[in-house]
C-alpha cells in the first residue's frame, strides 16, 4: 500500500505540472486555432483526460484494492505517456528556436517562427520536473501492482 501512495503523490505532483502548462497554454489562446503552436488541441486535451482517466482509477484502485482497477490504471498510462512523449518532441524545437531568438547573435526570428507559439513560455524547470515525475509515477505504479512495497 506504501508504494501505491507513494505513486498517488507522484501522480498529483506530475498532474500539478501539467495543469500549470495547460494554463499556460490556453492562455496563449493555443486552443482558439492559434497556427503557430505545435500542439493541436486533440493532443492536449487527449493527454490530460486520459491523465484524469487514469488518476481517478488509481485513487478508486486504492480505495477500494480492487487489482483489475490498478491494472487499468496503468494500462491508462500508456497512451499518456505515449501523448506526454509527443509533446515532448514537439516543445523541443520550439524551446530551441525561443532560445536561438532570443540570442543578440541570431539577428531577430524569421517570419512564422515559434515566437508566437503558447508553449515557448513553458518553463524548462516545469517541462522536467513534469516528465520525471510522470517516469517516478508510471514505474511506483508498476512497482505497487507487481507487489513490491504493499
Keep these: 500500500m506504501i508504494m501505491g501512495i507513494a505513486a498517488l503523490v507522484a501522480w498529483i505532483l506530475t498532474a500539478g505540472g501539467g495543469f500549470f502548462m495547460l494554463a499556460k497554454w490556453l492562455s496563449g489562446g493555443g486552443h482558439r486555432g492559434n497556427r503557430a503552436t505545435r500542439f493541436?488541441?486533440?493532443?492536449?486535451?487527449?493527454?490530460?483526460?486520459?491523465?484524469?482517466?487514469?488518476?481517478v482509477l488509481w485513487i478508486v484502485y486504492l480505495l477500494m484494492d480492487n487489482d483489475p482497477v490498478g491494472w487499468a490504471a496503468l494500462i491508462v498510462l500508456v497512451p499518456v505517456a505515449l501523448l506526454g512523449f509527443t509533446m515532448l518532441a514537439r516543445w523541443i524545437p520550439v524551446y530551441r528556436n525561443s532560445m536561438a531568438s532570443a540570442?543578440?547573435?541570431?539577428?531577430?526570428?524569421?517570419?512564422?517562427?515559434?515566437?508566437?507559439?503558447?508553449?515557448?513560455?513553458?518553463?524548462?524547470?516545469?517541462?522536467?520536473a513534469h516528465g520525471l515525475l510522470a517516469v517516478a509515477t508510471v514505474v511506483l505504479v508498476l512497482l505497487a501492482m507487481v507487489g513490491i512495497g504493499s
Design 40 to 55: 493541436p488541441p486533440a493532443l492536449i486535451f487527449g493527454h490530460f483526460l486520459l491523465a484524469v482517466v487514469g488518476l
Design 103 to 128: 540570442t543578440p547573435a541570431a539577428g531577430g526570428s524569421p517570419a512564422g517562427s515559434d515566437d508566437a507559439a503558447p508553449e515557448r513560455s513553458f518553463p524548462v524547470a516545469v517541462v522536467a
